[in-house]
């Protein structure tokens, strides 16, 4: 006998990874804007680098540094409602494929590949059905899960 995997089973699942993929960013975000510069002084520092085999114009660095705690607690609060799920989680894999690059960039290979799991996590939301909001799950099931 074939048993499926009911879709509340799969929105409850679709649900944690969306909260988990959001605290990511609002942990990550947040840090950043209590690291007194620290985190952009060191990868500014690491990108200028002129050992580096790829050298991009150290003003793109400088934009996308300053930018990333922004993004990363605007895409984790975002991410934390319903609205343009889907373009949210594709805004989240896009921005962890930059992340990615970044470490490609700065001869880090292992960084990058850790990265990968993080676009997996993406992909994987995007597939399963959405829930309805966040904070719908406290309803009790008329069906014991």
């Known amino acids: ?21 959001s605290m990511t960013l609002l942990i990550a975000g947040i840090s950043k804007f209590f690291s007194s510069g620290g985190f952009y002084s060191y990868y ?11 050298n991009l114009p150290q003003f793109s660095f400088d934009i996308y540094l300053t930018l990333i ?7 984790g ?11 949210f989680i594709v805004v989240w894999i896009v921005y ?12 880090e290979f ?4 850790m990265i990968i799991p ?7 939301a995007y597939v399963l059905p959405a829930h309805q909001h966040v904070w719908s799950w406290v309803k009790s099931d008329s069906v014991n899960d």
């Open 1 to 21: 006998m074939e048993q499926r995997i009911s879709t509340r089973t799969l929105q409850h699942a679709e649900l944690i990874l969306r909260l988990t993929m």
């Open 44 to 54: 500014l520092k690491q990108f200028s680098n002129e050992e580096l085999r790829i």
């Open 69 to 75: 705690p922004y993004l990363e607690v605007g895409i």
């Open 77 to 87: 609060f975002v991410l934390l409602t319903s609205i343009k799920r889907r373009l």
């Open 96 to 107: 962890f494929m930059t992340l990615e690059l970044g470490h490609y960039l700065l001869e």
């Open 110 to 113: 292992t960084s990058a590949n």
């Open 118 to 124: 993080y676009i997996i996590m993406g992909v994987i």
